[in-house]
């Protein structure tokens, strides 16, 4: 690590579509000017860039994490019916830790767009029980699957849905 010690481990490229700005070549170079020597991928319910941000950060001498923030449906992938966009899927940051992990984030990224699609490509446990090895996971953001429950007031089901997770990952 860099002399910050600081990792980026939630981080959105060009490669999320309507959410992320930067391209892989300036976030190397400006990741080198910073003095870090890794960062973390993870472009919203894809895997689009995981190549390109590979590739440049290998050349960069910056070590690429790759992930994805993934959209998690609240129950099945497969239940398309109720609500709208909002209540349909909420976050969660999957990093590779191994290239097992790597190709099971690939397979869950299709999966989300194969099977799972409702407004976004999403995933569920099943699936995540499934492709689980190799992979960390992370709680994400304010859309993510615990914080989702503690901005709606449920504490007991924001703490059974960590326990859930903690699991299965």
Known sequence: MGDQGFVHLHLH???SLL???IAPAKLF???KELGMDSVAITDHGNMFGALDCFLR???AGIKPIIGTEAYVAPASRFDKGGGGIKDAAMHMVLLAE???GYHNLLKLSSAGYTEGF???PRVDKEILEEYKEGIIACSACLKGVV???LLKGDEKKALAEAEAYAKIL
């Open 19 to 21: 959410d992320g700005a």
């Open 57 to 59: 950060g290998k050349s």
């Open 13 to 15: 490229t060009q490669y």
């Open 98 to 100: 191994t290239t097992k």
């Open 118 to 120: 409702y407004y976004r």
């Open 29 to 31: 170079k400006r990741c």
């Open 147 to 149: 914080a989702n429950w």
